[in-house]
């Protein structure tokens, strides 16, 4: 276990993520907001699913992805239609107008990261991606039922294994 004062140093760090958060944010066109860039991001990855697994992915209420997902609708970039499974639910799917909304917020991300981190080697940028994702593991699998210390994300996060490699602008 690392000392406490590494721990505090961390915090100090974390903190200062913001300054990069808030950067993703400016070069998203106006019309698409961060939430709404990350039901895109999510549909993209894991294919169509209903309101309630979005909600869990994006680890915010029914409430506030309801209305991310009620402006992807009305942009047209997402669909709903009814669940064969069940006809009072709806599934999400990612239309091709999304598609191509999510290519160009990737490829914006993609240049700006390029940008800012031009002095970083690709194996200093392969570890920084392998600490953060590992780092996010750490606080998801510690949760209510999460896993057990030391186990690798794949054996705690149900499927979830290839995270790693998400195309998310935010």
């Known amino acids: 276990m690392a000392a406490r004062s590494q721990y505090e140093e961390l ?7 913001g300054a990069v958060k808030r950067g993703l944010v400016r070069i998203l ?12 991001t999510l549909l993209a ?15 915010v209420n029914m409430s506030v992805t309801s209305r991310h997902v009620t402006h992807a609708v ?13 006809k009072r639910s709806r599934i999400l799917r990612l239309t091709p107008a999304g598609e191509e909304l999510l290519d160009e917020l990737t490829r914006r991300t993609t240049e700006m ?6 002095d970083w080697s690709d194996e200093e940028v392969g570890q ?11 606080f998801s699998c510690r949760g209510s039922g999460g896993c057990t210390p030391g186990k690798h994300s794949g054996d705690c996060r149900a499927g979830r294994a290839d995270d790693v490699h998400t195309r998310t602008p935010v």
């Open 45 to 59: 990855k894991y294919g169509e699913m209903r309101i309630t697994r979005l909600a869990e992915l994006l680890a």
């Open 128 to 138: 920084l991606n392998t600490l953060l994702s590992r780092l996010r593991d750490s």
């Open 74 to 86: 009305e942009s047209g970039w997402v669909e709903r239609f009814p669940d064969p499974a069940d």
């Open 11 to 17: 915090a100090r760090q974390l903190s200062a993520v």
């Open 29 to 40: 066109p106006s019309e698409c907001p961060g939430g709404t860039a990350g039901v895109l």
């Open 113 to 118: 990261f390029a940008h800012n981190l031009i």
